[in-house]
């Protein structure tokens, strides 16, 4: 599932770089967020990609120091960020508890939110009313088993936020508890959604998804991109579907 998906992102940023000029990918952690970039070093496309061109943002981050195991920015280093040649200037983390927000979560998100809307008016600003994000190309997303997608957990007030772009997250269910996440208008600004799911244990959580209307209960059924809103599961993550929905 990682290598076909790998090789789709490829596709999706040569394009976005043909008709744009540049690509914007907004990554997620785990561990079907971290097989996909660990497949896309090795994707056979992945030299006709303009890795200079391309601006990488995250949804979600776990908030700890700089540098720790568990960051989804180390995992994202040590799985592919350092074997193409991105422009560093272009590759925003989200902060880290040791940086000059410290422990503040609500802080540092909103130092995030202004560095996407700082890049949004760069790019030319967002329509009016939209949130001031750049335009993602493609936003990625891993599926919890309770349907968490970033780190918007389900019944948390995180995911019934509305004003801000990015939010601090206290107490989610995931470790550890204390978090930074795009919030869902944020997320659904994105042109394409790509929700990654893969194992038994993404059946029920992507069954309900797919099934559910209320984004507070289950907030993968909020994840909608404005194009499109693509569902990438390996046969045991779509074991639940409808047989009509697993194409
Ligand atoms: O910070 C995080 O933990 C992730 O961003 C989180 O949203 C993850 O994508 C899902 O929990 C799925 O994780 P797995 O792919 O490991 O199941």
Redesign the pocket.
């Known amino acids: 599932m990682a290598r076909a998906t790998a090789a789709g992102l490829v596709t999706a940023v040569v394009e976005a770089q043909a008709a744009r000029g540049d690509a914007r990918l907004v990554l997620?952690?785990?561990?079907?967020?971290n097989a996909l970039l660990a497949a896309l070093t090795r994707a056979p496309g992945r030299d006709g990609v303009d890795w200079s061109r391309v601006e990488l943002w995250w949804?979600?981050?776990?908030f700890l120091p700089d540098g720790d195991p568990d960051r989804?920015h180390t995992q994202a280093r040590e799985a592919f960020l350092d074997a193409v040649p991105l422009d560093p200037a272009r590759v925003h983390p989200m902060p880290a508890s040791d940086g000059p927000h410290g422990d503040d979560a609500a802080a540092a998100a909103a130092a995030y939110a202004a560095e996407l809307a700082a890049a949004a008016d760069a790019a030319g600003g967002g329509e009016g009313g939209a949130p001031r994000v750049p335009v993602f190309d493609v936003l990625l997303?891993?599926?919890?088993?309770d349907t968490?997608?970033?780190?918007l957990f389900p019944g948390h007030p995180a995911v019934r936020e509305e004003a801000r772009t990015v939010t601090g997250v206290l107490e989610a269910p995931?470790p550890p508890p204390t978090?930074i996440s795009l919030t869902l208008p944020a997320i659904r600004s994105a042109r394409e959604v790509w929700l990654?799911?893969?194992?038994e244990?993404?059946a029920e959580a992507a069954a309900g998804a797919l099934a559910a209307q209320d984004p507070f209960e289950t907030p993968a059924a909020g994840a909608r991109g404005r194009e499109r809103t693509l569902w990438i599961l390996d046969e045991a993550a779509a074991a639940r579907l409808p047989a009509a929905a697993r194409g």
């Open positions: 997620t952690g785990g561990r079907n967020g949804g979600d981050e776990r989804n997303l891993g599926l919890g088993p968490h997608v970033a780190s995931k978090r990654l799911a893969a194992g244990d993404k």
